[in-house]
T-cell receptor, first 109, second 115 residues
Framework: GENVEQHPSTLSVQEGDSAVIKCTYS??????FPWYKQELGKRPQLIID?????GEKKDQRIAVTLNKTAKHFSLHITETQPEDSAVYFCAARANNLFFGTGTRLTVIP | GAVVSQHPSRVICKSGTSVKIECRSL??????MFWYRQFPKQSLMLMAT?????????EQGVEKDKFLINHASLTLSTLTVTSAHPEDSSFYICSAYRPTNEKLFFGSGTQLSVL
């Protein structure tokens, strides 16, 4: 099956700075790459996604880039705010959705 | 966004008992639902894929006789943890695939504690 690796596992940034989380995947058939934000004890919430026919997608302070050749994709959060603090998961889907190991983001006020 | 309801949110049971967790898609028909398990501070591990009207597909290492999955309708999938033991204690989350926008929506999760 798909193998999704995610780095870093923890990330601390000052409020207002940018945060970047990177993921790699193994299955070249994967064509859908969502990112989820999960607060403690709550359900994962989809924050942005990208499909394999697009190289970049942006939604306000959040952007995702995809490099199909290298099989990696990244989440970029600009102008971070304390409420951005959470665990972020990348995922990749060919047939089923497989998650990365998660990144705990802490935004320091 | 679409709503997926999962119940119960928390259950505490004695070792050896069975626990049923329900996952419902409230405003769309989900031909496919997924069950994940999440340990503290870890990622979501796919346990099985549940297809309406057919047998579930289990991931390697997941005991199908222990984790019974039933997807009898387009809006309901159930996970039954049979003869639960303390090592089964975990956070279980379901998700439902909405084909109209090809997105996955998650239930709120069930924290299972087996004493």
């Amino acid at each position: 099956g798909e193998n999704v690796e995610q780095h870093p596992s923890t990330l601390s940034v000052q409020e207002g700075d940018s945060a970047v989380i990177k993921c790699t995947y193994s299955d070249s058939a994967s064509n859908y790459f969502p990112w989820y934000k999960q607060e403690l004890g709550k359900r994962p919430q989809l924050i942005i996604d990208i499909r394999s026919n697009v190289g970049e997608k942006k939604d306000q302070r959040i952007a995702v880039t995809l490099n199909k050749t290298a099989k990696h994709f990244s989440l970029h959060i600009t102008e971070t705010q304390p409420e951005d603090s959470a665990v972020y998961f990348c995922a990749a889907r060919a047939n089923n959705l497989f998650f990365g190991t998660g990144t705990r983001l802490t935004v320091i006020p | 966004g679409a709503v997926v309801s999962q119940h119960p949110s928390r259950v505490i049971c004695k070792s050896g008992t069975s626990v049923k967790i329900e996952c419902r898609s409230l405003d769309f028909q989900a031909t496919t639902m997924f069950w994940y398990r999440q340990f503290p501070k870890q990622s979501l591990m796919l346990m099985a894929t549940s297809n309406e009207g057919s047998k579930a597909t289990y991931e390697q290492g997941v005991e199908k006789d222990k984790f019974l999955i039933n997807h009898a309708s387009l809006t309901l999938s159930t996970l039954t943890v049979t003869s639960a033991h303390p090592e089964d204690s975990s956070f279980y989350i379901c998700s439902a695939y909405r084909p109209t926008n090809e997105k996955l929506f998650f239930g709120s999760g069930t924290q299972l504690s087996v004493l």
